[in-house]
């Protein structure tokens, strides 16, 4: 990973505190993917909190109503009190969930214990990126998306393999102490000196630009501590105060919102959260006969997920955002249609479907795939590069309660179309999200490689940008 760079110029500070920032990412994805090797037992007969099928989807799909509340809380907070803190307040509130679920073994505390770690999800995927971005140096910035991403894979890797092959509780004990272990680790990471420079502590940002950067020239510190403060300047001397209303305001902030929430409710809807949560369930249809048991083949989609993701960040500058987005959307969409095929034919055929079994790992193993190549890391990239500096925030906001939403009924509505009416029903809905999502931005999505914000606003204003303008911006 182009991370280690850090490593091979000797800035092992740097690489350190990356790493172990990075960490919360995957304490948080434990939290989404714990339920899904141990779902059969929390509704078995022995299981340790009785459960029906309607509580258990409430229970999956409470992790989605915490980021109702915290996205724009921390990031209001960040800029108050620090990066830092809020991060550390999301590890109290990871601990907490698991302390909560060894201590009350009712449902309704399931509940609330699901909520504290959708709140604090909500924390880890404003505020990580923001103290990633602002602590790393330039030329390794970029690559920054690609550890994120991966150590969330190997997070949900992690919850894939101890799950099967231990207790209700140690599953529990062992996310706890995971939580704990950040919570040490974390106490040595240095706060961010952007936020230094905010708040006019210029000598406070100096010494924790020094630490990250370890033994570089006081000069070449001194310089990037310059450059840093001249970026803070220019923002903070836009307008102050910015409403919702400006998101709207031209045809280009429109047209930017309907694109962005296109993708972020096709990326929400694709399918990948319920696979995540419900994988192992889906193995266990006609899994007589089978290689490998429906655990062995949800961690193998894990494992596939963190090889994929690790070499996805290397296409999406060198192919474009746009062929990445429509090979993704189809590509899932096919996935979804093969897979929603089969569970019909399995649920109203009398057809023996037992030796294609094979046909549900394969079409997950390519979902994740395609997935990991386009709706998962340019949704991110294309929010960054559609949306003025001055409304990026609250334009984020809106995707982010967007794909909040569109997680909360794809979660909770996934197991109540199973018992009503058969798995088939959630994948046709999945590829029907995929297909629009492809259309929509077949017709109107410009391809943002390699062009200026200022021509990509003019794209997306209806015009094209001049040949003057064009040689400006390579400029």
């Known amino acids: 990973m182009k991370v280690l760079k850090a490593f091979e110029q000797g800035n092992y500070a740097l690489a350190t505190f990356c790493d172990i920032s990075s960490i919360s990412v995957m304490v948080g994805a434990t939290c989404i993917a714990w ?28 992790i989605e109503i915490g980021p109702f509340f915290t996205p724009t809380i921390s990031g209001i907070l960040s800029d108050r009190i620090g990066r830092k803190p809020c991060i550390y307040f999301s590890v109290f509130l990871y601990l907490a969930s698991w302390v909560l679920m060894l201590s009350v073994y009712t449902v309704p505390a399931l ?81 961010s000196p952007y936020y230094y420079l905010i708040k006019n502590n210029e000598y406070k940002a100096l010494l924790a630009l020094t630490t990250l950067r370890g033994n570089q020239p006081a000069v070449k510190i001194e310089q990037e501590l310059r450059e840093m403060k001249a970026v803070i300047e220019k923002e903070m001397s836009g307008p102050s105060k910015v409403s919702f209303s400006d998101v709207f305001k031209t045809r280009a902030d429109r047209k930017a919102l309907f694109l962005v929430v296109v993708i972020t409710v096709t990326k929400a809807y694709c399918g990948l959260l319920a696979i995540l949560s419900y994988a192992t369930e889906a193995f266990r249809v006609n899994d007589e006969g089978s290689v490998l048991g429906p655990n062995e083949y949800t961690i193998l989609i894990g494992l596939q997920m963190v090889i994929v993701v690790g070499i996805s960040a290397k296409f999406v500058d ?126 109107f999505l410009p391809e943002t490689k390699g062009k200026s914000f200022s021509e990509i606003r003019l794209q997306l204003s209806g015009g094209e940008p001049t040949d003057v303008e064009s040689s400006a911006a390579k400029s």
């Open 35 to 62: 339920v899904a090797p141990i779902l059969h037992i929390l509704q078995g007969p022995d299981s340790p909190v009785p459960m029906t099928s309607d509580q258990t989807s409430w229970m999956v799909s409470f």
């Open 318 to 443: 060198s192919l474009g955002r746009r062929p990445l987005i429509l090979a993704s959307s189809f590509g899932c969409f096919v996935c979804n249609v093969l897979v929603c095929v089969y569970f019909y034919m399995n649920q109203y055929s009398s057809y023996d479907l037992t030796k294609y079994h094979w046909l549900i790992f394969s079409c997950f193993s390519l979902f994740a795939f395609f997935f990991s190549f386009g709706l998962g890391p340019v949704a991110l990239t294309l929010q960054s590069e559609l949306f003025p500096t001055n409304t990026r925030g609250i334009a984020s906001s809106f995707c982010a309660l967007s794909f909040t939403v569109a997680s909360f009924l794809c979660l909770k509505l996934y197991q109540v179309f199973t018992d009503h009416y058969g798995l088939y029903l959630n994948y046709l809905l999945f590829s029907i999200f995929c297909m629009i999502g492809f259309i929509l931005t077949f017709i």
């Open 111 to 191: 509940y609330a214990a699901r909520t504290l770690q959708g709140m604090a999800l909500g924390i880890t995927f404003t505020i990580v990126p923001m103290y990633l971005g602002e602590i790393a140096e330039n030329h390794i910035r970029g690559a920054l998306t690609t550890l994120f991403q991966t150590l969330f894979h190997v997070g949900l890797l992690f919850e894939y393999c101890i799950g099967p092959y231990f207790s209700y509780e140690t599953v529990l004990y062992v996310n706890a102490a995971l939580s704990v272990l950040f919570f040490g680790l974390f106490y040595f990471q240095v706060e």
